[in-house]
């Protein structure tokens, strides 16, 4: 009876599990499939910048309080992103207390990822390594031996593939298994904190346990995809006019893509509007309803189509690795204006939203350039403003010129980063102590096939949170006017 009580207590008991890991391998997307929610994933190093919580859905049959934590790449000398994981790591945060890591690692890059886990196996709680990337570890005639892994590395192993879920009812099954089983003696809690000594000892552990099988270079190799796409993105001469069709595209693609559906909801409420009149007696109440309510409703309505492709266009980028690439492009050009090229994605994502643009700019290293790179954010042209400008070009260009229309707004977009861009030189000179920016060293990841259902969830939660924000005011000031107007 006593040992029944106790099976019961433990497969109630809730833990607290973080995620830990370098950036971009794969932990707010493996976040996202435990918790069947919605936070920002993208291909490309420091999304995540702060605590990101949640608990595993009840499928699983047990309930884990996941933490997503910001990537490290060492506790040695961290950032202010790092340093925030590293304290819940080690049990000095205030509100997170560990009982479990899930350490995430690319399985292209075990040496690599592998060099922090150290730090995290010394804490004294359980660790389960989560291999991510599988995908493209068999697209490269590789293979990992999960068991053998196991064994050298003392501590559980379980491959996921967090875009499709697979995997992921067997790590929250083994995470909630070790729960009690720290991995004391372990070849990962012997590792030293250095990331260059704690390489060479992963690098050897692997050669001595056979649990790598690698026909050639796990990197990107000259002939691979990604080296042939980068040759003509990252060219020299060639890279910034793609760029900027690449921008153009996007922008045309707000006007032309989006029209049809524009038509149908105009026609729509304008139609739900005459019928209200028609159905109800002629007063003032009615005439409100039909030309204040859902004509205010409409007129958000309306211009939902702009901003769900925005938002699907920035999410596509994001996760196919192109926007990393943009940094790169762009980072000499910012440089002369005492920015940094990891600057850039911060003030694209502005496009969009600057509050969420703010907390990207966290990533940046340096604390000069990302106060300057937050300061002038709010500068951007964000997507609340797309209603007003796709109005005013609407009227200003005839109609069927989808494209004159996207250049132009895409002209407006360029002006307000130029702007921006000017106004971060001229305070780099005269607010902050100017200083030469320091180089940019970025990892950029390999192109990768976008998963629809992600992307389409991310875009209807972005433009959810538009219509809460954004469309609740707009429809009550123009309520508001039409009864002012009569």
């Known amino acids: 009876m006593t040992t029944r009580i106790q099976e019961v207590e433990d497969q109630t008991r809730e833990l607290t599990v973080c995620l830990v890991g370098m950036p971009n391998s794969g932990k707010t997307t493996l976040m996202n499939a435990i918790t069947?929610?919605?936070?920002?994933?993208?291909?490309?190093?420091?999304?995540?910048?702060s605590l990101l919580r949640g608990k595993s859905k009840a499928e699983f049959g047990c309930t884990l309080n996941v933490v997503d934590l910001p990537g490290v790449h060492s506790p040695v000398a961290p950032s202010p992103e790092e340093e925030l994981a590293c304290r819940v790591i080690e049990g000095n945060h205030e509100r997170v207390r560990p009982d479990a890591f899930v350490l995430v690692v690319d399985a292209t890059q075990l040496e690599r990822h592998l060099k922090f886990a150290g730090f995290?196996?010394?804490?004294?709680?359980?660790?389960?390594?989560?291999?991510?990337?599988?995908?493209?570890?068999?697209?490269?005639?590789q293979s990992v031996d999960v068991e053998k892994l196991a064994r050298a590395l003392g501590v559980p192993v379980v491959p996921v593939d967090p875009r499709t879920g697979g995997g992921v009812p067997e790590l929250v099954k083994t995470v909630h298994a070790f729960a009690d089983a720290p991995p004391i003696g372990?070849?990962?809690?012997?590792?030293?904190?250095?990331?260059?000594?704690?390489?060479?000892?992963?690098?050897?552990?692997l050669q001595r346990s056979h649990a790598v099988r690698r026909a050639g270079r796990l990197s990107v190799g000259m002939d691979s995809p990604t080296a042939r796409i980068d040759r003509i993105v990252l060219h020299r001469y060639w890279g910034f006019p793609v760029f900027f069709v690449v921008l153009i595209s996007l922008f045309a693609a707000i006007f032309w893509a989006a029209q049809p559906f524009m038509d149908l909801i105009d026609a729509g409420f304008s139609d739900a509007g005459d019928l209200l009149l028609r159905v109800l007696p002629d007063s003032v109440i009615s005439r409100f309803l039909a030309q204040g309510i859902v004509g205010g409703v409409g007129a958000v309505a309306v211009f939902f189509p702009q901003i769900m492709i925005l938002f699907f266009l920035m999410t596509l980028l994001e996760d196919s690795g192109y926007l990393a690439r943009g940094a790169t492009?762009?980072?000499?050009?910012?440089?002369?204006?005492?920015l940094h090229g990891r600057s850039f994605v911060p003030m694209l994502s502005g496009f969009a939203c600057a509050i969420p643009a703010v907390l990207a700019a966290r990533a940046i290293p340096a604390r000069r350039e990302r106060l300057l790179t937050i300061w002038?954010?709010?500068?951007?042209?964000?997507?609340?403003?797309?209603?007003?400008?796709?109005?005013?070009?609407?009227?200003?260009l005839p109609a069927g010129s989808a494209w004159k229309q996207g250049l132009s707004l895409a002209g407006i977009y360029v002006g307000s980063l130029l702007i921006a861009s000017l106004t971060a030189g001229l305070a780099s000179r005269l607010v902050f102590d100017y200083r030469k920016p320091s180089l940019?060293?970025?990892?950029?990841?390999?192109?990768?096939?976008p998963r629809w259902k992600p992307i389409l969830r991310m875009t209807w939660?972005?433009?959810?949170?538009?219509?809460?924000?954004?469309?609740?005011?707009?429809?009550?000031?123009?309520?508001?006017?039409?009864?002012?107007?009569?």
């Open 120 to 141: 995290v196996a010394k804490q004294g709680k359980a660790v389960v390594v989560a291999l991510t990337m599988m995908d493209l570890l068999r697209q490269s005639d």
């Open 36 to 49: 069947g929610g919605n936070f920002k994933t993208a291909n490309y190093p420091g999304v995540t910048v």
């Open 329 to 338: 492009l762009v980072d000499r050009p910012l440089s002369y204006l005492g």
């Open 186 to 205: 372990s070849a990962l809690a012997r590792l030293p904190d250095e990331p260059v000594s704690a390489f060479k000892l992963i690098r050897e552990l």
């Open 376 to 396: 002038i954010i709010p500068l951007m042209s964000c997507s609340a403003r797309l209603p007003v400008y796709a109005l005013l070009l609407s009227a200003l």
């Open 461 to 486: 939660a972005r433009g959810s949170s538009y219509l809460r924000r954004a469309g609740v005011p707009i429809m009550t000031v123009s309520a508001c006017l039409w009864l002012l107007s009569n």
């Open 440 to 449: 940019l060293a970025m990892e950029l990841p390999v192109y990768r096939t």
